[in-house]
């Protein structure tokens, strides 16, 4: 069976450490978890990046936490398979009108211009640039608006019994070179209306917007994106030739199986839920929650900020792991010095 499934889906996932403070006592901790970066609507040029609320909003998710506030955050992000950004950033989380709903955006940039943006690399130089005089980057695992636009189309398609696979940061990624890792489920709920797993009022345990879905939803998963499957057979391009002469074109046509959708981000994981038929609090029922796509876009959409700004990138590579690879190719010591800051590309879908 073709999922659809791509190195890219796995590669969408982010690392986050996210750095609080706590005012009563002066203290610092840390907590983890994954995020996914993404466009704003078009004329927008910062970058968003998307994960859950509970990560970064400390007093909404723990009312007896008040007096916490958020410092900065820690975001590690394959460029590609072979090159891993690590940057600090300080940012405002925005959040959903409705306050059930445990998704945050981060708005990031347009200027990256900072010290702390480093790159990582398990190959050579060139192959991540192979023009150091280059005007932009290409974020390759990162999701554009056309992209999320095209997954709204699809919406309607989606039904229960599909599976799905969300990338993350649970206690189990590859802390080998720090790369994601996949789990999978399937859509327990009808995806079409809205799941709520208690009666009353929602919660931000159990808020608006929601699936439920099973898997095995661990910590560090938060913030995962949830891609459903491809369900069916992609349309086959056919060549007929509808006669032996061969000054006669072939005529071309498409042969469609239905029902067929393609791979697509549907949501965002929210956590899972316990058992509640047993007494220990953490005994992980398998079920877990995600807060659907509209929740997102809905966020993207109304804190636009149309502005002219280009975006622009300064990253640091460390002539040791450079050295590690072969070191600097021969024509990127014949360059010119390049500026401070170069104009990053907008975050890219794959194929484009």
């Known amino acids: 069976m073709d999922t659809g499934f791509e190195v890219w889906h796995l590669y969408t996932a982010c690392k986050l450490t996210i750095h609080h403070f706590y005012e009563p006592n002066n203290h610092r901790y840390q907590t983890h978890g994954t995020g996914f970066l993404t466009q704003f609507p078009p004329g927008d040029p910062r970058i968003a990046l998307v994960t859950n609320r509970h990560l970064v909003d400390i007093p909404w998710a723990k009312p007896e936490r008040a007096g916490t506030v958020l410092e900065f955050i820690e975001l590690e992000m394959w460029q590609s398979e072979n090159f891993r950004l690590h940057f600090k950033s300080v940012v405002e989380p925005l959040v959903h009108e409705d306050d059930s709903i445990d998704v945050s955006v981060l708005p990031i940039g347009p200027a990256f211009d900072t010290a702390t943006t480093a790159v990582t690399i398990y190959d050579s130089i060139d192959k991540m640039i192979p023009d150091p005089s280059t005007p932009g980057i290409l974020f390759n695992h990162a999701m554009n608006w056309e992209y999320l636009l095209l997954c709204e189309k699809l919406w309607s398609q989606l039904k229960p019994g599909e599976l799905v696979a969300f990338p993350g940061y649970p206690a189990w990624f590859d802390k080998l070179e720090t790369r994601p890792v996949f789990r999978s489920g399937m859509i327990a709920s009808d995806p079409q209306r809205e799941y709520r797993q208690r009666t009353g009022e929602p919660t931000n345990l159990d808020g608006n917007q929601q699936i439920l879905f099973d898997a095995f939803s661990t910590s560090g998963n938060s913030g995962s994106p949830v891609f459903v499957a491809q369900r069916g057979l992609p349309p086959l391009d056919l060549q007929l030739k509808l006669s032996v002469d061969d000054a006669v074109p072939k005529q ?84 010119p010095p390049s500026p401070s800051a170069q104009p990053a590309e907008p975050p890219e879908h794959p194929g484009k």
């Open 252 to 335: 071309t046509a498409k042969l469609k199986f239905n029902p067929y959708h393609q791979s697509f981000l549907i949501g965002i994981n929210a956590g899972h839920f316990n058992d509640t038929d047993r007494d220990r609090p953490n005994d992980h029922a398998g079920l877990s929650r995600m807060h659907k796509l509209s929740a997102i876009l809905e966020i993207l959409r109304s804190n636009t900020v149309p502005s002219d700004d280009v975006p622009m990138a300064r990253l640091l590579v460390s002539k040791d792991s450079i050295d590690a690879y072969g070191g600097f190719p021969e024509n990127y010591l014949s360059q």
